[in-house]
């Protein structure tokens, strides 16, 4: 039964922008200002196109094949099973590093310091309990989460502009072009979600007209609240910024706001535990669509008959999330998702760059550019993030190959 075309071009451009402006914004600054210095907000820009030519390639893909799985979907049915392997891996593994990220923001913003590891780590097992149950968000819950960021984003704006004429924050390093892509692929973090439009063709009213136009409004608005908070950043930390590790509650301290502290760190505490659910939730789905292509073990494809969730998919993946806790840093667990996530945008601009006649939405050119910058954007990348999420992808081709090496032998084997 098709789903009722209910959404409206303002419905659409709200949930992307519910599924944008969440935790990133909070945390994204210390490293992209530590990369990029005084290039920051070219480096906002660029990652905005490259997100913006990704979106556009997702939707041309999507008005096509209506169908759950995302890029791994989309590459198997345009490039082959192993473009739609490898985007589906990255998928996998990119955002298992984002929730990773996430529960270190949590705990950046509410635990005291020597205590944000296992806040973290606890964070993870009580969501994916929580998932394990069946818990997801629902379109209500993200409303409340958006208001809540919104909240958050406001009082720092406020602090930062009302601290402006006596603002002496530390210099800027100067920004190398070197620095200001490899911010741009850090920055790229706070812009993932921006797809989630693309995949509402069978909801919304006229989709041809209104996903186009969504993608563009949702980017352009998300763009300007980055810059505004970026913005406040530079101005009121300066350098200071890539040392922080709860940077918009630091602009509120610099600014003398002290009691308002409690507001920005709640606002985005609560952002990141609803991104981390749905990141939770999302991984889980994704590797139950990938066990049962054989794509991953067999035994991750198993569906609990009472919650009917993918149980031991979500306890894998909240093993594996805590295990990036313990190991890395906020830096690096952004550096590996923005690689991860990168390439399996790139898969989808390869992708839509393959369909022609009625399929085509958007011009070529876009996909040839949005196929460039995820590939520029990935290798910028700092250099551990690079070598770590490399060696990852490969490990993943090597055992599917061994996989159909070992299924094919099976196959050719006569039998009694």
């Given at each position: ?173 100067s920004g190398s072009p070197y620095g200001v892509l490899q911010a741009a692929g850090l920055l790229f973090f706070a812009f993932a979600g921006y797809a989630r439009i693309a995949t509402m063709g069978e909801e919304v009213r006229d989709p041809s007209r209104v996903i186009p136009r969504a993608i563009g409004i949702a980017l352009i608005v998300a763009l300007a609240v980055y810059t505004l908070v970026g913005g406040a950043v530079v101005l009121s930390l300066g350098g200071a910024a890539e040392g922080s590790s709860a940077p918009l509650a630091d602009v509120v301290s610099a600014a003398g706001w002290t009691a308002a502290s409690p507001v920005v760190r709640v606002a985005a505490a609560t952002a990141a535990t609803g991104a981390l659910l749905a990141l939770l939730s999302g991984i889980g789905r ?131």
């Amino acid at each position: 039964m098709p789903l009722a075309r209910r959404l409206t071009l303002a419905d659409a451009v709200a949930i992307g922008l519910g599924s944008m402006i969440g935790a990133g914004v909070f945390t994204v600054w210390g490293p992209a200002v530590g990369a990029a210095g005084s290039g920051l907000l070219i480096a906002l820009v660029l990652a905005g196109f490259v997100a913006f030519c990704n979106a556009t390639s997702s939707a041309q893909l999507a008005a096509v094949h209506p169908v759950s799985g995302g890029t791994y979907a989309y590459g198997r049915a345009e490039l082959g099973p192993w473009w739609g392997f490898t985007a589906g891996w990255c998928f996998v593994i990119g955002k298992l590093a984002s929730c990773a990220a996430m529960a270190m923001t949590v705990a950046a913003y509410v635990a005291p310091a020597g205590w944000q590891k296992p806040v973290a780590i606890v964070a993870v097992a009580a969501l994916t309990a929580v998932t394990c149950a069946g818990v997801t968000r629902t379109a209500r819950v993200t409303q409340v989460l958006v208001a809540l960021t919104l909240v958050g984003l406001i009082v720092v704006l406020a602090a930062a502009g009302a601290a402006l004429p006596q603002a002496a924050p530390a210099p800027l390093p100067s920004g190398s072009p070197y620095g200001v892509l490899q911010a741009a692929g850090l920055l790229f973090f706070a812009f993932a979600g921006y797809a989630r439009i693309a995949t509402m063709g069978e909801e919304v009213r006229d989709p041809s007209r209104v996903i186009p136009r969504a993608i563009g409004i949702a980017l352009i608005v998300a763009l300007a609240v980055y810059t505004l908070v970026g913005g406040a950043v530079v101005l009121s930390l300066g350098g200071a910024a890539e040392g922080s590790s709860a940077p918009l509650a630091d602009v509120v301290s610099a600014a003398g706001w002290t009691a308002a502290s409690p507001v920005v760190r709640v606002a985005a505490a609560t952002a990141a535990t609803g991104a981390l659910l749905a990141l939770l939730s999302g991984i889980g789905r994704t590797s139950l669509a990938m066990a049962r292509e054989r794509d991953l073990p067999r035994f991750l494809a198993a569906v609990d008959p009472r919650h009917q969730v993918p149980r031991r998919a979500q306890l894998a993946a909240g093993a594996v999330v805590a295990g990036v806790v313990l190991l890395a840093d906020l830096r690096g667990a952004i550096g590996f998702s923005s690689f991860g996530v990168l390439l399996y945008y790139f898969v989808a601009n390869a992708a839509a760059l393959r369909q022609s006649g009625a399929a085509r939405r958007y011009p070529r050119p876009l996909q040839v550019l949005g196929a460039v910058g995820c590939v520029a954007l990935a290798a910028s990348l700092p250099l551990r993030s690079v070598l770590i999420g490399a060696a990852v992808v490969l490990a993943g081709v090597a055992l599917r190959a061994i996989r159909l090496r070992r299924d094919r032998r099976r196959h050719d084997t006569p039998t009694g």
